[in-house]
Nanobody, 115 residues
Framework: QVQLVESGGNLAPPGGSLRLSCAASGRIFSGRTMGWYRQAPGKERELVAHITLSGSTNYADSVKGRFTISRDNTNNTVYLQMNSLKLEDTAVYYC?????????WGQGTQVTVSS
C-alpha cells in the first residue's frame, strides 16, 4: 500500500517556480509534523522545510525566503511552493513526517533547475 506520493517535479529555469504536492495516507499525516526533504546527486538527503499540525513552519537556510511549505489537513496533503529556483535546488524531493520519518519513503519527485 502506497503511503506517500510526491508529484509536481519538473524541469525549470533558474529563477523559475514549481509547486510540489505530497499526498499521504491518513495514518501518516494526521496529527504529525510533515516535512519536505531533498537528495541531490552524490549528496545525503537533507531536510528542506517542515510544518506542524497548526501551521508553524521552519526552513533550511538555503531555501528561506524562496520556498513555502503548506498543508491541507482535510485532504492529507502537503505542498512546497518553490520560487526563485537555483541550480543547486536540483534534487529528488520527498515528503515524510518530521523528525521521525516513516518507512518506506515515497518515490520522490525530480526537480531539475537548468537553463
Amino acid at each position: 500500500q502506497v503511503q506517500l506520493v510526491e508529484s509536481g517535479g519538473n524541469l525549470a529555469p533558474p529563477g523559475g517556480s514549481l509547486r510540489l504536492s505530497c499526498a499521504a495516507s491518513g495514518r501518516i499525516f494526521s496529527g504529525r509534523t510533515m516535512g519536505w526533504y531533498r537528495q541531490a546527486p552524490g549528496k545525503e538527503r537533507e531536510l528542506v522545510a517542515h510544518i506542524t499540525l497548526s501551521g508553524s513552519t521552519n526552513y533550511a537556510d538555503s531555501v528561506k525566503g524562496r520556498f513555502t511549505i503548506s498543508r491541507d489537513n482535510t485532504n492529507n496533503t502537503v505542498y512546497l511552493q518553490m520560487n526563485s529556483l537555483k541550480l543547486e535546488d536540483t534534487a529528488v524531493y520527498y515528503c515524510n513526517t518530521y523528525p521521525v520519518v516513516f518507512d518506506p519513503w515515497g518515490q520522490g519527485t525530480q526537480v531539475t533547475v537548468s537553463s
